[in-house]
């Protein structure tokens, strides 16, 4: 397949997905979270990949959602385009964790909104010195999506992921090693390195033992992300058309602060 806003390559039992919009700081728009599941479907039925890596071109790993499309969408009054990109990410992060196969994100820069909770969908995560973790989603008004607060709170705990998620803070790399849900920190030249050594660990182990893995842990763990998914929708879905949503995309274009008036 021909994809425009990610890369996709096979080769010695690894699949890698690369985030490739390195302009708009590698964002999530419609087109591109289509492409998304469309390769992540790929690495799953191709019996010869046994791992998937996604990684991005570009100092930023990802923001998260397109802001620019989101200004569009905003002065267009489109907002069932929002909603439809909240269904998509939301069936990325599923479609990550019921993957039968390990999932290894290597992330450099900083990871936003979306990407921060992909991040938590996966199996392993490799972060740069550099990187940060930012749950977004109250700068511009909206609440955590892509199964961001029901993979947060099991990653984390439930206080420490409302406050990140409240608060907005960035997360360095290093305390987000703490936290637990990246598994090593290294340096921005030694990122490829430290990702390869992972994988050729990953790559002596059987797959079957990966697959039973991770049909245990969803079963203890996520299987009723399918009710959280609906409330996660709804809450986005009444959030678009709030006035502080619009303000808050304004105010990032606009380079300024948001004045949010809870309407």
């Known amino acids: 397949m021909d994809f425009k806003g990610i890369l996709y390559a096979s080769n010695n039992g690894v699949a890698t997905i690369t985030f490739n919009r390195p302009e708009v700081s590698n ?68 479609a990550l964790k019921r993957l039968p196969k390990p999932v290894i994100m290597s992330v450099d820069g900083a990871v936003a909104g979306a990407a921060f909770n992909m991040v938590l969908a996966s199996d392993f995560c490799i972060a740069s010195e550099k990187t940060r973790f930012i749950q977004a989603f109250v700068g511009v008004g909206l609440a955590p999506d892509a199964g961001g607060l029901y993979l947060l709170t099991r990653s984390i705990g439930i206080n420490r992921a409302t406050q990140i998620t409240m608060t907005g803070e960035a997360v360095t790399a290093e305390k987000a090693l703490d936290y637990g849900f990246v598994y090593k920190v290294c340096p921005s030249e030694k990122l490829e390195k430290t990702t390869d ?48 949503f619009k303000e808050g995309v304004r105010a990032y274009t606009e380079k300024r602060r948001p004045k949010f008036k809870g309407k």
């Open 27 to 94: 964002g999530f728009n419609v087109p591109v979270c289509d492409e998304i599941m469309e390769a992540i479907a790929m690495a799953e039925q191709d019996e010869a990949v046994n791992l998937l890596l996604i990684n991005a071109n570009g100092p930023v790993f990802s923001v998260g959602g397109d802001l620019d499309e989101m200004q569009r969408a905003v002065d267009a009054d489109d907002i069932q385009s929002l909603v439809r990109i909240a269904e998509q990410v939301n069936d990325i992060s599923f």
């Open 197 to 244: 050594r992972l994988i050729k660990r990953l790559q002596r182990n059987s797959i079957n033992s990966y697959k039973a893995i991770k049909e245990m842990v969803w079963q203890s763990e996520f299987a009723g992300w399918g009710d959280y998914a609906k409330l996660e929708l709804e809450a986005q879905r009444s959030l678009a058309f709030t006035e502080d």
